[in-house]
Each structure stands twice: as C-alpha cells, then as structure tokens.
T-cell receptor, first 114, second 112 residues
Framework: NAGVTQTPKFQVLKTGQSMTLQCAQDMNHNSMYWYRQDPGMGLRLIYYSASEGTTDKGEVPNGYNVSRLNKREFSLRLESAAPSQTSVYFC?????????????FGDGTRLSIL | AQKVTQAQTEISVVEKEDVTLDCVYETRDTTYYLFWYKQPPSGELVFLIRRNSFDEQNEISGRYSWNFQKSTSSFNFTITASQVVDSAVYFCALNFDNDMRFGAGTRLTVKP
C-alpha cells in the first residue's frame, strides 16, 4: 500500500532551470495538495486541488504552477527555479476537500537550487 | 487571518517524563478543524489527531492526550511517560476550507 508517492526524492537545479515534481496517490482520494517546508516555518500550502479538474492557490503560490492530471496525479512545476525555492516539498491527499479530512503526506522531495 | 503558534521551538526531556506541547491558534471562523502531526527524523509526516471546533472533549490515545480549550484558543498535546521513539518534530495545524495553516513545529528530544 504505497499511499502518496513523490518523485524524485532529491534534486539539484541551477537557477533558471525548470522542473516538475510528480505526485501520485493510490487511496482514491479526491483532494490533493502541495506544500513547502522551510526551517523554522512549518509547512506552507502552495496549491491545492479540491477535486479532479480544479486547482486553487494556497498561501505561497508565486513561482509555481500545478496540473491535476487525473484523480491520482498532481504535479508541481517550477518554470524558472530561484534559490528562494530551495526547500522540502510535500504532496498530500485527503478523502475530500474542505477542512474535515486528515491529509496523508508523501515522503517529500528535497530540492536545492544553486 | 488564520495563524497557529507553537511557542516552544525545542523541548528536551528524559525518558519517562511527561511533556506537554503547546498550540495556540487564531481564526475568525466558527467552524474549523485542528490537527496534530508528527515528523520523525526519517522525515515523513504522520497524522495523529483531528478535532473540530464544536467538540471540546479531551481525547486520550494510549500515552497521548489532547486538551482542546476554545476559550483560550488552545489545543495542547501531552505525552505521558515519554519514550525515545517519541523524539520528533510535532506540528499543530488549523484547517478552514482547504486553507491549512501549520505552526512552526516543536522539536521534542527524549533522552534515554
């Protein structure tokens, strides 16, 4: 039972390069989320998809784009990476949108931008 | 605006001690959910508990207990008889309509 799978686990980019982080869940969840975790700041929501076909901005969306490819997959794209985007990125999913359902997280992608 | 404050950045205890992790939140909404997550050294995030704003009953699960007090906007987490395996970063979070706000986390170290 894989749960939420993120690829890659580690990546190093140069400033200005583009990159897509992949996320897939096998729990038949409707809602999916992307967060970034920076030291001393907890997790911050970048984008979410309450259901297939919809996406919405979270707290820190600038510099990112997302695609809800199907019910299982939700990707996060950095079009022109900047050093400020160095972070650990977590994908999560939940049964439904709104605030009720607990979110289940992937193992994270550690991204460094030089 | 929604905000979660975990004032304790780091706590260190000796095994078998009890420890309480504080969480204070701010919101103007009347319906919301509060969560606690654990992040062990391996890095994954593990869901521990959910509480909705209308349910102020305290909850106990084994050595873990949670105290939700709406009057003080607090949702504190107590570990009784701590163990080395409890060493982790613990996050409190507040969720309203997909807007999930996490606190900065409390790093708990339990020494043998």
């Amino acid at each position: 039972n894989a749960g939420v799978t993120q690829t890659p686990k580690f990546q190093v980019l140069k400033t200005g390069q583009s990159m897509t982080l992949q996320c897939a869940q096998d729990m038949n969840h409707n809602s999916m989320y992307w967060y970034r975790q920076d030291p001393g700041m907890g997790l911050r929501l970048i984008y979410y998809s309450a259901s297939e076909g919809t996406t919405d901005k979270g707290e820190v969306p600038n510099g990112y784009n997302v695609s809800r490819l199907n019910k299982r997959e939700f990707s996060l794209r950095l079009e022109s990476a900047a050093p400020s985007q160095t972070s650990v990125y977590f994908c999560a999913s939940s049964t439904s949108g709104g605030s009720r359902s607990p979110q289940h997280f992937g193992d994270g992608t550690r991204l460094s931008i030089l | 605006a929604q905000k979660v404050t975990q004032a304790q950045t780091e706590i260190s205890v000796v095994e078998k001690e009890d420890v309480t992790l504080d969480c204070v939140y701010e919101t103007r909404d009347t319906t919301y959910y509060l969560f606690w997550y654990k992040q062990p050294p391996s890095g994954e995030l593990v869901f521990l508990i959910r509480r909705n704003s209308f349910d102020e009953q305290n909850e106990i699960s084994g050595r873990y207990s949670w105290n939700f007090q709406k009057s003080t906007s607090s949702f504190n987490f107590t570990i009784t008889a701590s163990q080395v395996v409890d060493s982790a970063v613990y996050f409190c979070a507040l969720n309203f309509d997909n807007d999930m706000r996490f606190g900065a986390g409390t790093r708990l170290t339990v020494k043998p």
